[in-house]
């Protein structure tokens, strides 16, 4: 049996270990996800061919509107937010050698907790009479009634960063153990500080680990949603409306035409964000 003869053995044996996959994306994502779009184009009622008639709908909708500039003004604060401050705790707790296990997991610990036990925390702390504004009293402030607010947007990202931030900061601390130790050691003999070495050596190599947190912040930035819907239910304040509760709404009054076009264009939206970042992270590393 020649070598060639046996790496195509392998590749075949390879191909049959991953087909057991590829056949569940293709049946629970793929499939599922192309009826998605074949719908966008369909009427939800009578299955008439509509064309573009239910994107031009949704993007003349108000709700529509309310609920991406929302989503998008959540995104645009809690990522940067939530990778900067995770990155600058991860290079602390590398440097902390002593105690660092049990700092991380004091970080992750928010994860482990329940939804229905933050929907708690919430409501004793930001409800109108709640402990937040029972210390400002004591203060001689008057505390507004945080949920129905401007303010319950701050609420929410607040809740995101602190549910996420452990996940992130292990993450990071993974990148950084792959640094090699000589890297900092051959930077600080020629004279290199602190600063110069967290930006020569540090960030260039993060690249990768920077391309998976931001992508995964994305999609965990959707699970947000339910902490926002048991506290405020369907039709929260205006500034907490946020994409999946448009979708949450249109699937129970059953407008799936509505939906299947809004999905397609939110998920075309996420696409396109996650191939420029795969683009900027391969133009970072070629460099």
């Known amino acids: 049996m020649t070598i060639y003869t046996k790496i195509k053995k392998r590749e075949y044996k390879g191909l049959l270990f991953l087909l057991p996959s590829f056949l569940g994306v293709g049946l629970f994502w793929v499939i599922p ?16 061919f509509t064309g573009l008639k239910n994107y031009q709908t ?48 004091m970080f992750l610990l928010p994860m482990a907790i329940p939804v229905a036990s933050v929907v708690l925390l919430w409501k004793v702390l930001f409800h109108s009479q709640g402990l937040l504004n029972h210390l400002l009293e004591l203060l001689n402030f008057q505390g507004p009634d945080w949920m129905n607010t401007d303010a319950s947007f701050f609420v929410l990202v607040v809740s995101y960063l602190w ?89 129970r009054d ?12 939110t998920g075309s939206v996420i696409l396109v964000l996650i191939l420029l970042l795969q683009k900027a992270w391969e133009g970072g590393d070629s460099i």
């Not at 192309?34 to 184009?41: A, E, N, Q």
């Not at 020569?200 to 699970?223: E, Y």
Request: hydrophobic share 55%; glycine share 6%; proline share 3%.
């Open 254 to 265: 059953m407008s799936f035409d509505k939906m299947a076009a809004a999905a397609v264009v």
């Open 58 to 105: 949704v993007f003349e909708n108000q709700a529509f509107r309310l609920a991406a500039a929302n989503t998008l003004r959540f995104f645009c604060i809690c990522i940067p937010a939530l990778v900067t401050m995770s990155l600058l705790i991860a290079v602390l707790l590398t440097r902390r050698k002593k105690g660092m296990h049990i700092l991380k997991s």
């Open 163 to 251: 549910r996420n931030l452990g996940y992130d900061i292990v993450l990071w601390v993974a990148g950084l153990g792959a640094i090699p130790a000589s890297l900092y050691e051959a930077a600080r003999v020629d004279g290199a500080g602190e600063w110069k070495c967290f930006v020569k050596i540090t960030l260039p190599n993060l690249l990768p680990s920077l391309f998976t947190i931001v992508v995964l912040s994305l999609l965990n930035g959707f699970k947000v949603f339910r902490e926002a819907w048991l506290v405020a239910g369907d039709y929260p304040q205006n500034s907490m409306y946020l994409l999946q509760h448009l979708f949450n709404n249109w699937y």
């Open 33 to 48: 996800y192309g009826d998605v779009i074949r719908r966008s184009f369909f009427s939800a009622v009578s299955s008439e």
